[in-house]
């Protein structure tokens, strides 16, 4: 690969740039400090934002009446890189080995926000403009939630102003396979408590005559689900959209078979709700998931009380047209109809996120699939993603533009895992997507 | 009341026994030392036999041919007194107030034991003998589980020989109201764990598609149920003897009131099988309980993962005729064929303990019935209790005599808990009785 395209992004995976321990907060502010002048050498207007946190860097061509205006988001910080030990090279000291570059960052995000770099960098250099107005956000907080992207995004809403937002920060379909993520699920989070009384009972003294807790608790989440593992809860699927059937015919192609997912999960069987696959299941169904179950004597061996109360974490992933907010009315009022007597039931509300569509037949979502296709030579797939990206929603709600997202990273990229690794065939296919996309976006 | 009943309980209550921590160890040999001189000073022949932890306190008077042999077990240990904050007065600090003492080990058994040695005291000083071969066994480990019981009753086998065994640890059937407690129930433990995968994995990406083990758990759990609340394992009520008519009419007429139950147990309410009151259910009906439920996240707030394992903690209280091979075994053979084949259930064996019945008509049983008779002027009231007490089964195989359980403790006793206390009346009443015992267990 061309040194020119390798080596500045090698340099940006040196810094280990981890937003989460405040150790790393020299390596941050470092690495924001090398984009920034970075950008500058390119010819753009680049500036450090401070923020209550790691700061956000900013930079711009100059924008000129009449020309449409692209915001490219990427982020500069990386996930720690623990455990370490199962790395096979130091996570931020980059190694390439069979067309594969191995470093913490690679694919999350630091390889895909520089495929977009220097595919601005190439048509500075060659043609001395870009066709659009372009605005480039990178900030440092995304792998810890972006706590004050929103802030920022409510203070300089006038200076950025997009008609489009691009994100490279999801997965390509499969290796060589580009794709267009088009939604993905929201969620909706709540916590169930069940109380029976003051204390841990005697199991011989008491057990057969009060109420148990955990055995009342497993009766109630056995009941949001029936025996083909559709979710029970009244109108939970009121609101879903209906898979069309050229998505339906578009996933059934995808390279992605059942032992396939099977080994990347780690799990010895798929399971789930009838009448759908994998995909489908994980794409476009909503979920009602129990993250965590609890109640009564946790150590080893057997201790023989009736548990005061038992819990059960509870997170629904969502679907275009459902609401988090629909959806709690929803599961509280049937959990609080089915909830025996003999137990108090308590509800905590737990975190929410929107559902993200992007329509794939708008002019911008064609017009990124014709630079997809103009770059790989073949059509891109249109895919969702089971997982919610919460910002996708502010910054709809506040720059209201709408957003791209076309992945780089193959799905055995090991983002946030040993041995994290981005494919140079991909990086390479990404500066190219870069020119070839704000062109068609250009209109 | 008298001092000479009195003050060497108070004496006796003095000693902080407890056997469960190490710090305790020279009040707890301190104590038993105290106890064998007592019994020397009475005019038995003690001794102190040492185990592999706390020792255990032997005294007997001369045995002769042709006389019964009774021994009366209790223990010398005490739990801990923690929280002391929630007592009123300090545990070792003995107190009276309104004919009750309070004090840490005054029910639980320091004070029933003593009504029996100043029983035996009363008669040795006013005739000079007693009308049996008696043996006092007061052990200093049976508030950890008697560790080393059985094996000194092994050591001791041919020493002791008794015709019955007569222990006062349990209660009364209220205040005032004396019994004999025929039935414990006994004890089957498991630990279900199901396993789906390698590591939890993100509830966005997977959710839908692969095996949910907290899910799957409680569905399984809640499969151990029918709605009536009866257990489901098929079998599960083969071998349990029926309650007789007499039982439940001797039953229903106890002071006992679901009110007061609810009070006791601190619950909002009752709950349990269908058919039978809650004495019914806890002394005569086996259970299934829920010690323990966990998996997944553990912490505050959300956590969108979904664990790779799960498991529940299960206690079965017994009943005759059922014994823990049994029931292990149905139960076993129940989960593994329920449990869906897309997790894997691993099953680890618990405690096991027998159940524990004593004929209320045999001629040991109707002895006892006439003296409580003569101490109380009022029968014994009939019970069975819903608890274990596994040194019993342990006696009875080693010593092959049949056990009587006298208690004298009230039901509000708070054994183990902070202000435990005695009442008086009743320690008055436990040393006639001792007297009336021997005579009619002399037959």
Request: proline residues 7%.
């Amino acid at each position: 690969m061309d040194a020119a395209l390798l080596d500045p992004l090698l340099e940006f995976l040196r810094f280990p740039s981890v937003s989460t321990d405040p150790a790393f907060a020299g390596e941050v502010q470092a690495c924001a400090q090398w984009l920034k002048e970075r950008f500058s050498r390119m010819g753009l207007e680049a500036a450090i934002h401070p923020t209550g946190g790691h700061p956000v860097v900013l930079a711009r061509n100059a924008h000129l009446p009449g020309r449409r205006t692209v915001l490219i988001y990427g982020h500069y910080d990386v996930q720690p890189a623990d455990p370490v030990a199962l790395w096979t090279t130091p996570p931020f000291e980059p190694r390439v080995e069979g067309g594969v570059l191995f470093a913490r960052g690679s694919s999350d995000n630091k390889g895909q926000i520089m495929a977009h770099i220097l595919g601005v960098e190439q048509t500075l250099r060659e043609k001395g403009e870009l066709p659009v107005n372009l605005i480039f956000l990178v900030e440092g907080e995304e792998e810890i939630g972006s706590p004050h992207l929103e802030a920022f995004l409510q203070e300089h809403r006038e200076a950025l102003r997009p008609d489009v937002i691009v994100i490279s920060d999801t997965g390509m379909a499969g290796p060589g396979l580009p794709a267009l993520t088009y939604a993905l699920r929201g969620l909706m989070g709540m916590e169930i408590r069940l109380h029976a009384g003051g204390s841990d009972l005697h199991s011989g003294t008491y057990g057969g005559m009060v109420p148990n807790p955990a055995t009342l608790l497993a009766r109630l989440v056995a009941s949001l689900h029936d025996a083909e593992f559709r979710v029970t809860v009244p109108g939970f699927y009121d609101s879903v959209r209906p898979l069309a059937d050229w998505e339906r015919e578009a996933w059934a192609t995808l390279p992605v078979s059942e032992e396939g997912l099977k080994a990347e999960a780690q799990v010895h069987a798929l399971f789930g709700e009838a009448g759908y696959t994998p995909l489908e299941r994980a794409w476009a169904r909503p979920t009602l998931e129990i993250n965590g179950i609890g109640g009564g004597y946790q150590g080893e061996g057997t201790k023989t009380v009736i548990p005061r109360e038992a819990f059960a974490k509870i997170t629904c992933r969502l679907v275009p047209d459902q609401t988090p907010t629909e959806i709690e009315a929803k599961v509280r009022a049937y959990l609080e109809r089915i909830c025996p007597p003999e137990v108090r039931l308590e509800i905590i509300s737990g975190h929410g996120g929107d559902t993200f569509v992007c329509d794939p037949q708008s002019a911008d979502a064609l017009a990124a699939q014709r630079a997809v296709k103009a770059v790989w030579g073949r059509e891109a797939a249109l895919v969702r993603a089971g997982g919610s990206i919460p910002i996708l929603t502010t910054f709809r709600r506040i720059l209201g533009a709408d957003i791209l997202l076309l992945g780089l990273a193959n799905p055995d990229c090991a983002a946030h895992a040993p041995d994290e690794n981005f494919v140079l065939e991909n990086y390479e296919a990404g500066v190219r997507l870069n020119r070839a996309l704000l062109e068609e976006l250009a209109g």
